[in-house]
């Protein structure tokens, strides 16, 4: 059995409350991680519910992966986790996916597949556009980062999401 993948989503404004914004984005996430067999890790997303009655309490707001029942089935399976910064290194090689990646970590799609076969991943996502002490500490620290355009190009974070993982899926 292959190791899991685990794609992390950070709320890198540690001083905001839990948002609609938030809920949209989140909701776009859990159908690919239940698409293709991921963990969803959200951090620093204030959620004091347990993944199962957060899962359960947003759900019906959205239309969004079967009407939020794709996030409360990865709840269900064990496969949604919350957490806050900074982050337990008990979840493998942690990839930045920023269009601006350090280029002594720099990776690409093909090593993160490769890696796969042999040990837990992490892509976090989020870590671009606000550094607060925690993001530059979880940026420092992570083992490789990844630029999935190779272009420096930003993109949205359910664009990156999408492109990353059909990708991952395709090379598999």
Known sequence: MAPPL????????????FTDNHRR???????????????LILVNFKIKASPLDFA???????????????LVNLAEKGKLKIDKLPLKNNLGKMIICNPKPDES?????KEITSMLKKETISLIFGC???HNKNIRILIKSSSHHLDITNKGIRLSLDTELGAITTMIKNLK
Do not use: M, Q
């Open 6 to 17: 685990n794609i992390v989503l950070v709320n890198s404004k540690t001083n905001d409350r």
């Open 25 to 39: 984005l989140i909701a776009r996430f859990s159908p690919v991680c239940n698409a293709y067999n991921f963990h």
């Open 56 to 70: 359960r309490e947003i759900a019906p707001s959205t239309s969004i992966g079967n009407s939020g029942e794709a």
């Open 105 to 109: 970590k720099k990776t690409n799609i």
């Open 128 to 130: 671009d556009i606000k």
